[in-house]
């Protein structure tokens, strides 16, 4: 329906990729449940809200601090939940022996999940800064 | 690890609600960047004022807390009146805490403000951490001052949705160098129980 509504709007161009979807990708990897797949699962649910927010913010570049940067300006609560996203997602893809507190997969995914729940609709509702 | 640095002083302390209020020592800003060390890391230094009482909590096994509730427990880190300062094992480099004056008093001001965002609220409280968090890859260099309270993800994030617009109003009372840090050198962040539901 929605892939309808865009072909009639858009002369037929492909509808642009939603990243929801790699939230959905998360919340399936994760059912796994091991380290591996949790880790991964952080990962895709923090780019599930990174690239709504720098698409909303028109950051232009991957700069992950200028994306969080961007979003605490225009929403704090939404820009510092972005950033614990980042954190987990950083700790997840590239450190392989976090400290203790920082090493509890399952945990570390739950929070994650909830964090791009509550911050992906935040995200969502941004208003682009004025251009120039 | 443990190391004393100069520089911090903790000029005033309200055992009944934990509010620690520092002060830079040096008079000269030109020799505050030397006092004080930077380290770049990747991640996970973990700085934290005071010393770990707080084993028990359950995110806490290598992050320092310092519980609010208990003054007495941790006041005895203090060496003649200077902060000591904890890493995690997981650091790289010795040294970190604050590279400058105002970088520690935009703490000290975010801490005042979390533990009285707790209390009027009413919100459960088990510590606070301060962590600096760097990756400098993705252009991320900043500290992480953590509140650990005791609830449940929702009510949790809802109290953080509250800090943060306490923390904008925080910010245009500070000094300019102090403001612009905690504009975009810390991140304020909320840690719920795992356990809660």
Same mark, same amino acid.
């Given at each position: 329906m929605l892939g309808e509504v865009w072909r009639s709007i858009s002369n037929g161009a492909p509808m642009p990729f939603d990243p929801k979807e790699f939230f959905a990708v998360a919340q399936h990897v994760a059912e796994a449940a091991t380290d591996a797949t949790l880790r991964s699962a952080i990962n895709r649910a923090y780019y599930s809200v990174f690239l709504v927010a720098r698409d909303r913010l028109r950051v #232009?570049?991957?700069s992950h601090g200028s994306v969080i940067t961007a979003t605490r300006e225009a929403h704090r609560a939404a820009g510092e939940q972005l950033g614990e996203l980042f954190r987990l997602r950083v700790i997840a893809d590239y450190?392989? #022996?976090?400290?203790a507190s920082d090493n509890n997969w399952p945990q570390n995914w739950k929070r994650a999940e909830a964090l791009a729940k509550r911050v992906r609709p935040s995200v969502e509702a941004l208003v682009p800064p004025p251009r120039g | 690890m443990s190391e004393t640095y100069e520089g911090?002083?903790?000029?005033?302390?309200?055992?009944?609600?934990g509010t620690r209020l520092f002060t830079d020592t040096s008079t000269s800003a030109g020799t505050a960047d030397q006092r004080y060390h930077y380290v770049g890391l990747v991640l996970g230094i973990v700085a934290t004022v005071g010393t770990l009482?707080?084993?028990?909590h359950p995110f806490s096994s290598s992050v320092a807390t310092i519980?609010?509730?208990?003054y007495s427990s941790y006041s005895g880190a203090f060496n003649d009146g200077y902060v000591d300062v904890q890493q995690s094992?997981?650091?790289?480099?010795d040294g970190i805490a604050y590279r400058s004056a105002a970088e520690a008093s935009a703490v000290a001001a975010v801490r005042e403000l979390l533990e009285s965002q707790a209390r009027m609220r009413g919100v459960p409280t088990e510590g606070i951490s301060v962590r600096r968090f760097a990756d400098h890859e993705h252009e991320v260099d900043e500290i992480v001052v953590t509140q650990f309270v005791g609830l449940g993800p929702e009510a949790a994030l809802d109290y953080w949705d509250s800090v943060a617009v306490a923390i904008d109003g925080l910010i245009p009372a500070l000094a300019g160098e102090q403001a612009d840090i905690a504009r975009r050198g810390l991140a304020v962040n909320i840690e719920w129980r795992p356990d809660a539901v």
């Open positions: #232009d570049g991957t450190n392989l #022996d976090p400290v | 911090l002083e903790e000029v005033a302390t309200e055992p009944a609600d009482s707080g084993a028990d519980p609010l509730t208990d094992s997981h650091s790289v480099d």
